[in-house]
């Protein structure tokens, strides 16, 4: 009975740090999460070709998901970032450094005005949103209640996107707006050491996903 209490205990543990394990990872391996996002997008444009019931919708719902999911990867890189800058003693042992890159036109505006503001930073993330979940909206929307219902849908986004850029220019003393109005992620993302990350696969993993890349485009585009 105590062993069953003790397994309990350390499985409800293990869920409960979750997601400051996956937030840990994702902070401490920028590049990494960065292909595995990629990865996921180019799935997405293989679903259609798959015998499935709905597979746009499908192929579209995936594409959002990582799409949202990459503003929330951000948001922690971004803190792992600052973390860094404030104190880059902490990480000195582990070999990870901000991007050492000049930072680019578009960076230092955006970087700047959500330092400034943190309703700027919250009103572009929402419009990233907005964009971001757009067409899933239409498709939905045409799909539940036909054409009709898909413009209502698309004046509503069009009014809550334009509502979010005049909170923008408001905040930015009505400065022209850029896109997207967040930095890149290439931009704050720290850097990880090209060596460790180049011993953690063999010459025989390497090969291996050589491969598995050959067979996604033969299998995507045909024999050439």
């Avoid at 394990?21 to 444009?45: G, K």
């Amino acid at each position: 009975m105590s062993s069953l209490s003790t397994t309990s205990a350390d499985i409800t543990r293990t869920v409960l740090n979750l997601p400051h394990t996956y937030s840990e990872y994702v902070a401490s391996n920028a590049s990494a999460v960065s292909s595995i996002e990629s990865s996921l997008r180019s799935l997405a444009y293989l679903l259609p070709g798959a015998r499935l019931n709905d597979s746009e919708l499908a192929s579209e719902s995936l594409h959002t998901f990582v799409q949202l999911l990459s503003i929330y990867h951000d948001s922690l890189l971004k803190k792992r970032a600052a973390l860094i800058a404030s104190s880059p003693a902490l990480y000195k042992s582990r070999d990870i450094k901000a991007p050492v890159s000049k930072p680019s036109l578009h960076a230092k505006y955006t970087t700047f005005w959500a330092n400034s503001s943190s309703l700027y930073t919250q009103v572009a993330t929402f419009l990233k949103v907005a964009e971001y979940t757009q067409l899933l909206w239409e498709m939905t929307a045409k799909r539940r209640g036909g054409e009709k219902t898909r413009w209502r849908v698309v004046v509503l986004l069009e009014i809550f996107k334009a509502f979010c850029r005049l909170v923008l220019m408001r905040l930015t003393n009505s400065r022209p707006l850029v896109s997207p109005p967040m930095p890149q992620r290439e931009d704050f993302a720290p850097v990880e050491p090209e060596s460790e990350i180049r011993e953690d696969f063999s010459d025989v993993d390497l090969r291996m996903v050589d491969e598995m890349d050959n067979f996604v485009a033969k299998d995507a585009f045909g024999e050439a």
